[in-house]
């Protein structure tokens, strides 16, 4: 009986050995991440997947202005500038408040100038850059600048006074010029003035002169002289006119010339109407401060020698004394009598020794 129970084992436990091993296969390929397919193989394994690498941008280029607009006209380099990391062409155009315009362009290069000394001096101008690099990218800028204005020389005028007075040198317009005549004009008579003066429109009246030269009998005159000038154009007046000793005496002997001191006859009384003509004389000689001057006496040969000499010498000292007695410093004026010793007319006729019978100045 025991025989028999053994037999009937064997088969059973075959069965059990083949499901184990079926078992033990599927949780194998599951491990493996596979699946049987339906004929009962094995599904081949997936390719695995590419790993992509993203490519990093390239950069632009670096455009960038180098330097702020600064017109310098004169200059030989140029007052615009700007540059790139690579090389790149350019256009540059320009209008000025003038009218005028222009454009340049070039390249391609790193470093781009422009040349803009020959712009109209003292404008203002708008401006348009751009850079291109080979790869067609651009940069533009625009703005304004203003050209230095032109170096200007200050004006220069010399007026010379006299008997003629002559304008000479430089003014910068038409206006200057005939404000400049007209104010000699006014001081010395239109016949009087000779006006040379050139209009130079490289000149400014700014930082001008003028310079008054010449020589004038009085101290009166030489004042009048520069303040004639005075306040035209803003222009600086510098008075260098001499006061001339030389030229008061002429004007005292013109006054006395038209109009002759009377005295008394065989007196060294000074006649009423002849007062006028010595006050003018004192207004002279208080005019010019600087100038002595010898007042001398003569007479027609009528009458003895020394009484001619004592009435000169007493007619000069009479008009010495009114002349004193009207202001003039006494240490100023000398008197002397010259009798009949120097004619200057005919003493043979009426007309000749009127003549003779005068007061003479002389500067001393």
């Known amino acids: 009986m025991f025989d028999d129970d053994d ?9 059990l050995g083949v499901l184990a091993a079926v078992i033990g296969v599927v949780i194998l390929v599951f491990m493996r991440g596979n699946t049987l397919d339906t004929g009962g193989t094995v599904a081949a394994a997936p ?14 280029p670096d455009l960038a202005w180098a330097a702020a607009p600064a017109a310098a006209v004169g200059l030989d380099s140029a007052g615009i500038s700007f540059a790139s990391n690579v090389d ?3 256009t540059f155009e320009y209008e000025g408040s003038d009218g005028s315009s222009g454009s340049e362009a070039g390249g391609p290069a790193t470093d781009h100038e422009f040349d803009i000394s020959g712009l109209t001096p003292g404008t203002e101008y708008n401006w348009t850059a751009t850079i291109t690099d080979e790869a067609g990218q651009t940069l533009t800028d625009s703005g304004t600048f203003t050209t230095d204005a032109p170096e200007l020389t200050p004006s220069d005028v010399t007026i010379n006074v006299g008997d003629e007075v002559v ?5 910068p317009d038409e206006d200057t010029k005939d404000a400049l005549g007209s104010a000699a004009i006014a001081q010395y008579g239109e016949p009087a003035v000779t006006n040379n003066l050139v209009v130079d429109e490289g000149t400014t009246n700014e930082g001008g002169s003028i310079r008054v030269i010449g020589a004038v009998g009085t101290d009166a005159a030489k004042d009048a002289a520069g303040a004639a000038f005075e306040g035209i154009a803003g222009m600086d007046v510098s008075n ?12 005292l002997n013109e006054l006395f010339q038209l109009e002759p001191i009377q005295f008394d006859s065989g007196s060294a009384n000074i006649r009423a109407e002849s007062i006028p003509t010595l006050d003018a004389a004192a207004e002279l000689l208080l005019a010019n401060t600087s100038a002595n001057v010898n007042i001398e006496g003569h007479t027609d040969d009528q009458g003895p020698d020394d009484l001619n000499l004592t009435l000169s010498q007493d007619r000069a000292q009479a008009v010495l004394d009114f002349l004193v007695g009207a202001g003039v410093d006494t240490s100023r004026l000398t008197a002397a009598g010259f009798g009949e010793a120097n004619p ?3 003493n043979t006729t009426d007309e000749g020794r009127q003549q003779n ?8």
């Open 47 to 60: 390719e695995p997947e590419e790993e992509v690498v993203e490519e990093e941008p390239v950069a632009a």
């Open 344 to 346: 200057i007319g005919d």
């Open 167 to 171: 304008l000479e040198g430089t003014v």
């Open 7 to 15: 037999d009937d084992k064997e088969p059973f436990l075959l069965v």
């Open 357 to 364: 019978r005068r007061i003479e100045f002389k500067l001393a």
């Open 88 to 90: 790149s062409s350019y």
């Open 240 to 251: 260098d006119v001499d006061v001339s000793g030389d030229l008061l005496v002429a004007d």
